[in-house]
Nanobody, 121 residues
Framework: QVQLVESGGGLVQAGGSLRLSCAAS????????MGWYRQAPGKQRELVAS???????NYADSVKGRFTISRDNAKSTVYLQMNSLKPEDTAVYYC???????????????WGQGTQVTVSS
């Protein structure tokens, strides 16, 4: 079955950087949009950034100019480079993707297990 496996979270001081990775595995025919969401304690899950298969990107206003999303289609992997991190970026970050598994006729929505990012002041 298809899975999204994230890595790269951790603890960093304010102003520091982290790079998140999310790799899709399984028998996959095609991947459409890949993205990152985050959820802080007591808050709703929100979109951080997304990227289409053609490379078009979309960012939340709060991360524009600091975060960069990219993808390697050959590796079915999406990345999130996070620079100039702030304490308010602290959250669990989730990978999300629209994937067409082999033998399916419609794209399916998949989520990773989440990775904790903690930014200390």
């Amino acid at each position: 079955q298809v899975q999204l496996v994230e890595s790269g979270g951790g603890l960093v001081q304010a102003g520091g950087s982290l790079r998140l990775s999310c790799a899709a595995s399984g028998i996959i025919f095609s991947i459409n949009v890949m993205g990152w969401y985050r959820q802080a304690p007591g808050k709703q899950r929100e979109l951080v950034a997304s990227i289409t298969s053609g490379g078009s990107t979309n960012y939340a206003d709060s991360v524009k100019g600091r975060f960069t999303i990219s993808r390697d289609n050959a590796k079915s992997t999406v990345y999130l480079q996070m620079n100039s991190l702030k304490p308010e970026d602290t959250a669990v970050y989730y990978c999300n993707s629209d994937i067409l598994p082999k033998w399916y006729s419609k794209y399916q929505d998949y989520w990773g297990q989440g990775t904790q990012v903690t930014v200390s002041s």
